[in-house]
């Protein structure tokens, strides 16, 4: 099998259900975005830190799973979807994270070590994600879950950039007003 195909030389491509979009239409900018976060998640790791590692693994498998669901305009009750399940995992790992840090005195700069650093710039892929996930929703039915699940993972990835940080001994920065 050839990876070119030859089918999106006009600018359209096909979503799951086999219709054909624009390539610029709402819904592919919305999981190519998601795309980019995840191939920039591939750029962080390895991180250094195993257990940071495996969790950074497990994204980047949830957001396939959010990119199918994105990708699917009508899905079918057995389609990969993002389900509640997917933002507690989140939720979990942010709470037990956020044990190891000091508490979040004022707002910091986005930086650091490497890994941090690589963490701090995909959160804000991330949450170019979300923007045009909820882009989407306003002209399109999605599920619902997509957004919160993006949203957290934004907050899940400002906590990795953190703790990344601290590991690492480098010092959080609070912005110059």
């Known amino acids: ?14 979503l799951r259900d086999m219709s054909r979009v624009s390539k610029a239409s709402p819904r592919i900018e919305a999981y190519g975005t998601v795309d980019e976060a995840n191939a920039l998640i591939g750029t962080v790791r390895p991180t250094g830190h195993d257990d940071l590692d ?14 199918a669901d994105l990708a699917n305009p009508d899905p079918d ?8 399940g997917h933002v507690e995992t989140l939720e979990e790992h942010i709470d037990a994270l956020d044990e190891e840090l000091e508490p979040l005195r004022s707002f910091i700069l986005p930086g650091g070590g490497e890994a941090g650093a ?3 710039h995909v959160r804000t892929v991330t949450r170019r994600a979300e923007r045009r996930v ?4 306003r002209s399109e039915p999605i599920n619902e879950a997509v957004v919160t699940y993006l949203n957290r993972l934004s907050d899940l990835l400002f906590t990795l950039g953190r703790v990344a940080n601290a590991r690492d001994g480098e010092p959080e920065e609070a912005p110059s007003y």
């Open 1 to 14: 099998m050839t990876i070119y195909t030859g089918r999106g030389d006009e600018g359209d491509t096909d």
């Open 118 to 120: 690589r963490l701090h």
């Open 54 to 67: 495996d969790l950074l693994e497990t994204v980047q498998n949830h957001l396939h799973v959010v990119q």
């Open 77 to 84: 009750p057995d389609d990969p979807a993002v389900e509640p």
């Open 134 to 137: 909820v882009e989407l929703a």
